[in-house]
């Protein structure tokens, strides 16, 4: 999950797509940059952060 200089990452866990056409509808009118990262399952969001070494919220 890289991302640039003051880019925020997000990741979302979800399985809905017309939930996730919505939140990237919204993130898209922000001022500043967001990288975002889905997944369809709590528990692919927890292997994604253990895989990566992000085990705490920062």
């Known amino acids: ?3 640039h ?3 925020r990452t997000i990741l979302l866990a979800e399985d809905s797509t017309s939930d ?4 990237e509808r919204a993130l ?3 001022d ?3 990288s975002l990262h889905v997944v369809r399952s ?3 969001a927890i ?3 253990e895989f990566s ?3 705490q919220l920062k």
Do not use: N
Request: net charge negative.
């Open 28 to 30: 898209s009118r922000l």
């Open 53 to 55: 070494g992000l085990t």
């Open 32 to 34: 500043s940059p967001v």
């Open 47 to 49: 292997a994604l952060t």
């Open 20 to 23: 996730l056409m919505l939140v």
């Open 5 to 7: 200089p003051g880019q």
């Open 1 to 3: 999950m890289a991302s």
């Open 42 to 44: 709590g528990e692919e």
